[in-house]
């Protein structure tokens, strides 16, 4: 492998020659059996293109607009958890590299810098990503602090009850760091004789009670707009509506939490239609090339989020290496929307895939 990889899974392998087994695990292992891990990656390899061609394409254009914000590509950052496990400058690093970038970044609750040095480390666009725990002061805490700091949005994880079973942390005896977003109301310390610390500390503190009906509460402590992320089905997506979210993520955590959950991808155009185009949908997991994007954006997502590649660029070269994987799948989703035929995001359209429902059945 070159030393500057050509594309963003070359920072995989980086990221594990570069981190301690223990953090590598925890960054890319999934749920029990990890089909769900592979399935979401090996999805998005079974649509095919219908790319239409003599398209005067000399010129593209990847903006959008992300609730009312303008960002030149429909890439977001998710929310993934304690980035100085991969780079001892943190979430700061990765915010840095977000606003260089002009890109949206969701900040982990379980980051470990805290709000305000993320905030006050750039300017840039930001979200911040909620559990909503048992003493529902800290969530509402911290949510207050967010809003202050001058966070946009709040995007609330809603498929974790308990927190999946994550063999390689097991494994591992997963120790997580004091967090200090928490500093001064509760302690994320946890003594474990079994498995993973940072399961114990989430299966003491996150609220298995929540509920639809609970959405109203988290109005009620923000006046920022609230996105749902971990929405997989027509249903929940109709209850979404109902409650009046301002955004729903496709997502199912990243394959860390039920195993044998359908890809993101394959359920996309099932919530898309659904939601009737009344809030935007978004989509995160298996997110590879600048080609998956494109087949998010053709079933229906306003825009993607990227997470494990984010991290494997912090781990290999801290915030230049998230700023190539940024770039790297704008440049690919760039040269794909050209090679289709599409010079801007609105002309990417359902007929320019092929899903596995729409191939012909041979007949015997």
């Known amino acids: ?10 920072f995989q392998e980086l990221a594990r020659q570069a981190l301690p087994k223990m953090y590598y695990d925890y960054y890319s292992g999934g749920a029990e059996d990890q089909h769900t891990l592979k399935e979401n990656v090996e999805a998005f390899q079974r649509i095919l293109f219908r790319p239409r061609v003599l398209v005067d394409v000399s010129r593209t254009n990847l903006s959008t607009n992300i609730l009312g914000y303008s960002v030149p590509s429909p890439v977001m950052i998710a929310p993934t958890a304690m980035h100085k496990l991969a780079h001892y400058e943190g979430e700061v690093a990765t915010a840095r590299a977000a606003a260089a970038c002009n890109t949206i970044m969701v900040l ?4 470990t810098c805290t709000v305000e040095e993320v905030a006050s480390s750039c300017n840039g666009i930001r979200f911040f990503q909620v559990y909503v725990y048992k003493r529902r002061d800290i969530t509402a805490q911290l949510v207050l602090r967010a809003e202050r700091s001058g966070y946009k949005a709040i995007v609330l994880t809603v498929d974790a009850p308990r927190l ?9 005896k997963m120790i997580a760091p004091q ?14 004789d079994e498995g993973s610390n940072l399961q114990a500390f989430a299966d003491g503190t996150f609220d298995a009670s929540l509920s639809w009906k609970d959405i109203d509460w988290v109005k009620s402590i923000t006046t920022l707009p609230i996105i749902i992320k971990g929405v997989l089905t027509r249903e929940d997506a109709i209850k979404a509506m109902e ?16 195993d044998y959950t359908p890809a993101t991808i394959s359920v996309l155009e099932e ?10 949908v978004f989509v995160d997991g298996g997110i590879r090339r600048g080609t998956d994007i494109f087949k998010a954006l053709a079933l229906g997502a306003q825009a993607v989020l990227i997470g494990r590649p984010v991290v494997y660029g912090l781990a290999a070269k801290g915030e230049y290496g998230v700023r190539r994987v940024i770039e790297l799948l704008k440049d690919e989703l760039e ?12 002309d990417i359209t359902r007929n320019h895939i092929m899903t596995e429902r729409d191939r012909p059945r041979c007949m015997l």
């Open 1 to 10: 492998m070159s030393k500057e990889p050509v594309n963003v899974n070359e």
């Open 108 to 111: 982990s609750y379980m980051s």
């Open 179 to 192: 967090l200090k977003n928490f500093e001064g109301l509760i302690s994320t310390k946890v003594t474990s």
């Open 271 to 280: 919530v898309v239609q659904a939601v009737k185009g009344r809030v935007p």
């Open 335 to 346: 040269l794909t929307m050209a090679l289709s035929g599409c010079p801007r995001l609105k």
């Open 243 to 258: 409650v009046g979210v301002a955004g729903i993520v496709v997502s199912n955590h990243g394959a860390r939490q039920l």
């Open 164 to 172: 999946g079973r994550r063999e390689h942390d097991i494994k591992n």
